[in-house]
């Protein structure tokens, strides 16, 4: 099993930015990808962002492009720097990390991860 922890979520307004980080533990060796996702009042869990540390590579979905980043700290964790937070950016974030296929698209759908974190609230107010 992996376990994932999430960190950092909190409330800013609107403009303002926060860090939030993942914490995994477990067989980390069986997942080649970690990401984010979220999931606002009233919405569908949606991908936001994923990092293959193996490949350097990533990935984010069109609403953070520009204002979000996604890290790789060390082996064990991964970072979501959010700037620019903006109201619709609301949302229970969940750290989540799997064994995916790259560039497929997979990275966007939640059942291609296997583990997931308990989440963590971030609320923008305008």
């Known amino acids: 099993q992996v376990q994932l922890v999430e960190s950092g979520g909190g409330s800013v307004q609107t403009g303002g930015s926060l860090r939030l980080s993942c914490a995994a533990s477990g067989y980390i060796y069986r997942v080649n990808c970690m990401g984010w996702f979220r999931q606002g009042p009233g919405k569908e869990r949606e991908a936001v962002a994923v990092?293959?540390?193996?490949?350097?590579?990533t990935v984010y979905a069109d609403s953070v492009k520009g204002r979000f980043t996604i890290s790789q700290d060390n082996d064990k964790t991964v970072s979501l720097q959010m700037n620019g937070l903006q109201p619709e950016d609301t949302a229970f974030y969940y750290c989540?990390?799997?064994?995916?296929?790259?560039?497929?698209?997979?990275?966007?759908?939640?059942?291609?991860?296997?583990?997931w974190g308990q989440g963590t609230q971030v609320t923008v107010s305008s």
């Open positions: 989540a990390a799997g064994s995916l296929w790259y560039g497929d698209g997979s990275w966007h759908s939640e059942k291609a991860f296997a583990y």
């Open positions: 990092i293959y540390p193996g490949l350097r590579s």
